[in-house]
């Protein structure tokens, strides 16, 4: 796995933020999303306290945010992949707050296929 602070690069289709890949024709299919909710610990929690109230990076927090950004991304192109497309485009994250304590994202893109044909 990569470190926290890196972005994955070993994803068996490309997922991208930009509504087409370069010059490469595609041909757009359905909405895609996936969703994943981590749970912060009560003693994370009590460390990652201390840390914002004397000041400092709350390492603790992003592995955690970073670590459920990945599953998100995970189930997104395990989706894909079961639907047969090729790529993602259009990726946005979303952050939505669904109860106090946890870290909850949701990852939507379109699903493409190449079309060489184009």
């Known amino acids: ?14 997922i991208v933020t930009t509504d087409t890949l370069g010059s490469t024709p595609i041909r ?4 895609l999303h996936a969703t994943a909710v981590s749970g912060a610990n009560v003693l994370r929690d009590l460390r990652e306290a201390v840390t914002n109230t004397l000041g400092g990076k709350m390492l603790r927090y992003e592995k955690l945010l970073n670590s459920t950004i990945e599953r998100a991304l995970d189930t997104l192109e395990e ?3 079961a639907a047969g497309y ?22 939507i893109g379109t699903g493409v296929w190449l079309d060489p044909t184009a």
């Open 79 to 81: 989706r894909a992949i």
């Open 1 to 14: 796995m990569a470190k926290p602070t890196e972005a994955r690069r070993d994803r068996s289709i490309q």
């Open 86 to 107: 090729q790529a993602v485009v259009g990726l946005r994250i979303s952050h939505p707050v669904i109860t106090d304590g946890a870290i909850e994202i949701v990852a």
């Open 28 to 31: 757009h299919g359905a909405a």
